[in-house]
């Protein structure tokens, strides 16, 4: 890996591109063409934060953003991987595939995906892998679920493997949670495995049932514009956790499995039984969040797209000022961008540094960028420009 946590900009760059590249360096690797390419999408939170863990809702959407891997069978139970963000491959036999931990780095994402498929009971063919991605790693766009989707959508494919698109979501998590050792929800590999374009997917994190609602940005005339922060993650990892164990202890004194079973009606009477001003406001997000969530799904399924946008700035304020999540140079993206005429911006993904999105009219995308970069130039920040990326 060149730097993993601190890739260079993305390259969205013409459709195809990043499929070309798979395939040429496969060809130029192995020597031959490979004998498909298949491949997953990033994706971004429109709303629903810290939701995941306490049972409730989300709502992500695929960008036109790609990790693709070509691919071919190889015999004698061998795995063969290169990425074009590495200088060299990584390689694995049966043995490194029957226990998890055994590949680290970031093999142990293909390798993962190699076992759990064997744990499930399928036969995976051994296979040589090129693997080329436009999404950002690190940034929140989940370049590994990214990754996880392609290489299970090839394997799956070139060992004739049955397994349905609803069961894959489930058997990507595996490979991440208990093989690379990452303790992700189901939100990611749901949505680079099952959204569909022009829609996003309404997902209920306690039944997993799905729902795809439209989202039609092109159709409307708006966009959504995707701005990665560059803000380094500070404490990330123990915040999160910290915040975690707020929501499990407040559900147990609230007396409910999850808080997800907190119902907005009721949020009154359950923050009157807590003592604790802070834990007060960790339930206060997470309540009215998937309030949110099940309103934006309402406004969506309306056609009502651009009515969102007060949504969307509601929650980035809920986690700026009760979960805590937000650092100045998001804040300052998302204020300048509604000041520039977002219909409504807020953080996505976990906090502290990642991306922040806007809901603007389609052509409002430069106005709005220009009205950002001003705002972190103002206060120092670096400049967030190069990894800007415009989405229907
Ligand atoms: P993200 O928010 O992008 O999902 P993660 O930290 O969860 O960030 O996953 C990033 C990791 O996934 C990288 O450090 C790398 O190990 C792996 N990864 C993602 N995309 C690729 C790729 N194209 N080639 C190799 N490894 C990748
Ligand atoms: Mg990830």
């Given at each position: ?48 934060e810290h939701t995941?863990?306490n049972?409730g ?186 915040r975690?164990?707020?929501c499990?202890?407040a559900a ?6 999850a808080l997800r079973?907190v ?19 960790r339930v206060r997000h997470v309540v009215t969040e998937d ?27 809920s986690?700026?000022?009760d979960f ?69």
């Amino acid at each position: 890996m060149t730097d993993p946590a601190r890739p260079g900009p993305a390259r969205p760059g013409p459709a195809g591109e990043v499929t070309d590249r798979a395939a040429a360096g496969f060809l130029h690797r192995y020597g031959e063409p490979p004998a498909g390419r298949w491949a997953a999408p990033g994706r971004a939170n429109l709303i629903g934060e810290h939701t995941d863990y306490n049972d409730g809702f989300v709502l992500p959407f695929t960008l036109p953003l790609r990790t693709v891997v070509a691919a071919a069978p190889q015999d004698g139970g061998r795995w063969t991987v290169w990425s074009e963000l590495s200088d060299s491959p990584v390689e694995f036999g049966v043995a490194e595939v029957t226990a998890p931990g055994r590949v680290t780095g970031w093999g142990a994402y293909v390798a993962g995906v190699v076992w759990a498929l064997r744990d499930a009971g399928h036969h995976v063919p051994g296979a040589r892998l090129a693997i080329a991605s436009d999404v950002p790693v690190g940034s929140g766009l989940s370049s590994s679920a990214a990754l996880e989707g392609a290489v299970l959508a090839a394997l799956v494919d070139l060992g004739g493997v049955d397994l349905p698109a609803e069961r894959r979501p489930r058997l990507a998590q595996r490979a991440e949670n208990a093989y690379v050792g990452v303790p992700t929800g189901i939100m990611d590999q749901s949505a680079v495995i099952r959204c569909r374009p022009g829609h996003a997917l309404f997902l209920d994190c306690r039944t997993e049932s799905v729902e795809h609602i439209p989202f039609d940005l092109a159709a409307a005339g708006l966009a959504v514009l995707v701005i990665d922060s560059r803000a380094p993650h500070r404490h990330a990892g123990g915040e999160y956790a910290s915040r975690r164990t707020s929501c499990e202890q407040a559900a147990e004194l609230l007396g409910v499995a999850a808080l997800r079973d907190v119902p907005a009606a009721g949020l009154d009477e359950a923050l009157a039984r807590l003592d604790d001003d802070e834990t007060r406001r960790r339930v206060r997000h997470v309540v009215t969040e998937d309030q949110r969530v099940l309103d934006t799904v309402e406004l969506l399924r309306a056609g009502r797209i651009r009515d969102i946008g007060p949504l969307l700035t509601a929650s980035h304020a809920s986690m700026r000022d009760d979960f805590e999540i937000t650092v100045p140079e998001i804040d300052t993206a998302v204020e300048a961008a509604l000041s520039a005429g977002a219909y409504g911006a807020r953080m996505t993904g976990g906090g502290f540094g990642g991306c922040v999105l806007a809901l603007i009219d389609a052509d409002r995308a430069d106005a709005v960028t220009a009205a950002i970069t001003t705002a972190y130039a103002a206060r120092n920040f670096p400049t967030p420009t190069p990894t800007f990326h415009r989405l229907p």
